[in-house]
């Protein structure tokens, strides 16, 4: 017989309240009780094995998330279906029977069969398939079905607690994560040294991006607001894919676009003026740019087509002074732009740039220029006050003086 809902709802109350009393076995087995209804809501699945990890029952747990496993796959929630699959790893890498599922979930393959027909035998029914639905969510859904079966197979589940950090301030950010279970709070600090909540992340939600594409370090703390479950997948193992899968150097380019480089845009004072459909129509136009360490960029005296944003990397920006010898002027890394004022004038370069490591560049060509300028003249006093600045840097460089930022 059918449970009815209200039913698993006051079941699922008494159950969670045993369980915040520490009465484990208690709480299981008022979920044994509405267990069937898991195959509707396989969250019952994976709350009695987490309740039975709780009660150090590693092998239990194990036979409830692999319900949960299967119940998430059947229903079409791949993502969460593989987070379940590789936290039963966690607990036993012997795991055969999951790492086969996790297999079959990154082909596509199901295991249900249809039911025999009666009559005169016929040929063997087919194999059906569980078909893989990439998920809704920014960056993976802009993948194919082939493209993500292979970023999935590279990801890590990591299970947090209530209040558990995933990484804090400083630390290196060479990862981009997923929630595929609960929700986590972005955390940062005042100028009291309060702690302040910046942003609360929940299912679907990708986060890490900053750190993921520049290789700089975490600018905020990461935390779980609730037990959560968190995909990541690191750099290398992206280059990894990438070398099967090209396209996907275009996908993250474009996630980048969309993530990094508009929220540098709205706060760079040239671009601060644009709307947000302004600048959403101008991503669409950025093209990037490579660059080999000692490659030449910009050369003191030619007419400026283009400006850059650092995408990763670094360069160098120098002049010539009086005697002929090069003059430091200023390193830029990422986020840094420049060029802007070459471009949006018809002055020629004052500083050659070279890259000082192998560098990615976002490139700017004038027509873009020219159209902020056409909409938004006030842009012009900007632009004006940094070339009295920046020409004024140059010359002092030239002089052996120290110079100030990049034309």
């Not at 016929?122 to 082939?146: H, M, R, Y």
């Not at 220029?369 to 010359?395: M, N, Q, S």
Request: charged share 30%; net charge neutral; with cysteine.
């Amino acid at each position: 017989m059918a449970l009815d809902p209200g039913i698993v709802s006051a079941a699922k109350e008494r159950a969670e309240a045993l369980f915040a009393r520490g009465m484990y076995r208690e709480a299981l087995s008022t979920y044994e009780k509405i267990k069937a209804y898991g195959e509707k809501d396989p969250r019952i699945y994976l709350r009695m094995g987490d309740i039975a990890r709780k009660d150090n029952d590693d092998n239990a747990a194990i036979v409830h998330y692999k319900g949960a496993a299967s119940a998430f796959g059947r229903l079409g929630f791949v993502i969460k279906a593989i987070a379940v699959c590789k936290m039963i790893i966690s607990i036993d890498p012997s795991e055969e029977a999951v790492q086969k599922k996790l297999a079959e979930f990154c082909a596509g393959q199901g295991e249900a069969q249809p039911a025999p027909k009666s009559g005169p035998a016929t040929q063997p029914p087919a194999k059906e398939t569980l078909s893989i639905k990439v998920p809704k969510t920014p960056l993976f859904s802009d993948f194919n079905e082939a493209e993500f079966l292979d970023v999935v197979r590279k990801v890590r589940s990591r299970a947090l607690k209530e209040g558990e950090c995933l990484f804090r301030e400083g630390d290196p950010g060479d990862s981009i994560f997923l929630v595929a279970e609960g929700e986590v709070a972005v955390e940062g600090s005042a100028k009291d040294s309060s702690r302040v909540r910046l942003a609360t992340l929940k299912e679907g939600s990708i986060f890490g991006e900053f750190g993921f594409f520049s290789g700089s370090k975490r600018a905020s703390d990461v935390r779980a607001v609730k037990d959560s479950v968190i995909l990541e997948i690191t750099k290398a193992e992206i280059e990894e894919i990438i070398k099967t899968h090209e396209r996907v150097s275009s996908i993250l380019f474009d996630f980048y676009k969309e993530r990094v480089v508009d929220r540098l845009m709205a706060l760079s004072e040239i671009f601060k003026p644009l709307s947000a459909g302004e600048r959403k129509e101008m991503l669409g136009r950025l093209t990037l740019k490579r660059f080999e360490k000692g490659a030449s960029i910009a050369k003191e005296g030619e007419r400026g087509e283009t400006m850059y944003l650092i995408k990763s990397g670094a360069v160098q920006v120098w002049v010539k002074d009086r005697k002929g010898s090069q003059k430091p002027v200023a390193t830029l890394s990422e986020g840094d732009f420049f060029g802007e004022i070459a471009l949006a004038t018809l002055r020629p370069r004052v500083a050659t740039v070279t890259a000082l490591q192998d560098a990615e560049l976002v490139e700017f060509g004038r027509d873009d220029i020219k159209d902020v300028l056409g909409r938004h003249p006030e842009i012009k006093g900007v632009l004006e006050r940094a070339i009295r600045e920046r020409v004024t840097g140059a010359v002092r460089a030239r002089d052996a003086e120290n110079g100030g930022p990049l034309l």
